[in-house]
């Protein structure tokens, strides 16, 4: 059956998801639109949908490649990809290898120190509360998910940053720290959203410059240019 976008379900910061002509597909598109701060930031990254559409694709087919469950089924153009229909579970999960951002400030580490090992967060995925830290007792009491769901969260957040930063590290970029979404998918828990510039920070292993939405956060310029070079050096690809 081929698959057909029909109608718009929702629209969100970064994406538009539409139904399908199959119940278990959903057909999404990426916007140029760019915030930060939990909204109170707004603007627009050049060619943002596509850049991130692409590598967000590549990553997915990477880690599909390496065992880790995704919604990603196939990219139809440069803005759109067509994903399974997830149940979102409202847990956004952190890893972080080196301090920066909110951790920095959180417990006083320099930007840029390399963590002895891996940390792993938890956030309530809210906008209205600010996606605030919680940790397992809370998710169980809010019941966002199940210890058995939770487990498999981290379990899959630390194998994706294992094989991530292997990845990365011949394409010379440090994975400082990345937000994954995890969706409930036929009984399963799969890895859910995007893998992208605004989902991760990313850092020139020589230089330490900057190649992710922190650009955009800082006022740091050149914003496009390196969600580009990502692109460019997971996939040799230019736009």
Same mark, same amino acid.
């Given at each position: ?16 998801? /539409? ?11 990426? &916007?140029?639109?760019?915030?930060? /701060? ?34 990603? !089924? ?26 920066? *951002? ?19 967060? /938890? ?6 509360? *600010? ?11 809010? #019941? ?7 487990? !498999? ?5 630390? &194998? ?10 011949? &394409? ?14 036929? *009984?399963? !828990? ?13 850092? #020139?292993?020589?230089? &330490? ?31």
């Amino acid at each position: 059956m081929d698959i057909e976008k029909l109608e718009q379900m929702y629209e969100g910061k970064a994406k538009k998801v /539409f139904r399908t002509n199959d119940p278990d597909l959903c057909w999404i598109e990426y &916007k140029d639109d760019a915030t930060a /701060f939990d909204g109170k930031k707004k603007g627009t990254i050049g060619n943002k949908g596509i850049l991130n559409n692409r590598i967000s694709a590549h990553f997915f087919n990477l880690l599909e490649s390496k065992g880790v469950q995704t919604h990603f !089924v196939k990219q139809v153009n440069d803005r759109e990809q067509i994903v399974r229909a997830v149940k979102i579970i409202m847990v956004e999960v952190v890893v972080r290898n080196i301090a920066a *951002g909110s951790l920095s400030k959180r417990i006083g580490l320099p930007e840029g120190t390399m963590l002895p090992r891996s940390v792993l967060e /938890f956030y309530y995925k809210d906008d209205a509360l *600010g996606d605030p830290l919680i940790n397992d007792y809370h998710i169980q009491a809010l #019941d966002l998910a199940t210890p058995e769901q939770i487990k !498999v969260m981290s379990e899959t957040a630390l &194998k994706v940053n294992e094989i991530l930063r292997d990845y990365l590290r011949d &394409k010379k970029i440090d994975l400082i720290d990345f937000k994954l979404e995890f969706g409930v998918y036929k *009984g399963e !828990v799969i890895l859910a959203d995007e893998i992208s510039p605004d989902t991760c920070r990313f850092w #020139d292993i020589e230089t &330490k410059e900057k190649l992710d939405k922190d650009r955009f956060r800082r006022d740091l310029g050149n914003v496009e240019e390196a969600y580009r070079e990502v692109l460019k050096r997971l996939t040799g690809e230019t736009i």
